[in-house]
């Protein structure tokens, strides 16, 4: 695995108002703190969930949108940099009232009732993300987690 070190930066943590687009509410707070990478987790009941999930074929395929309120089991991701912005990319496991979960990446669309939401910022090299083209998949592009061995090379 390629891979770089970084050390644990600020902290945020705070609530998220009802009505508010998870997905954006996140990345505005990034981009308005100069949060270039960090960690996120969130919990909480959303009122809409707006999910993608991988498909070979249509790796582009437009998010599912599920209109009824869901409890977060689990929802992490990462902020890190994509066309020279702050960008949050979610994944998570949600509950409906009929209890059987669903999950996938998050997407825009994915509305707010009640969010806790804690970033924590990772101070270190840059990282960015770029399509990558054999997976046609927004990834950290490679060169920026090459860390250089003790004798200067790659």
Not at 6 to 12: D, E, K, M
Not at 92 to 105: A, C, D, N, W, Y
Not at 106 to 133: N, P, Q, W
Request: glycine fraction near 10%.
């Amino acid at each position: 695995m390629i891979r770089k070190p970084y050390i644990q930066g600020r902290v945020f943590v705070g609530r998220l108002p009802g009505g508010v687009d998870l997905v954006a509410a996140i990345t505005h707070i990034a981009n308005e703190e100069g949060i270039k990478l960090a960690s996120v987790s969130a919990y909480g009941i959303l009122n809409r969930v707006a999910l993608t999930q991988f498909d070979a074929e249509n790796p582009l395929a437009a998010p599912v949108q599920h209109d009824e309120p869901m409890e977060i089991a689990s929802l992490s991701g990462t902020i890190s940099q994509f066309k020279g912005r702050s960008m949050a990319r979610l994944n998570g496991v949600f509950v409906p009232k009929s209890g059987m979960p669903i999950g996938g990446s998050v997407a825009l669309g994915t509305m707010v009732h009640a969010c806790e939401v804690v970033i924590s910022e990772l101070e270190g090299a840059t990282l960015s993300r770029d399509f990558d083209m054999e997976t046609g998949l927004p990834l950290w592009k490679e060169s920026s987690l090459l860390i250089e061995r003790p004798n200067g090379s790659a």
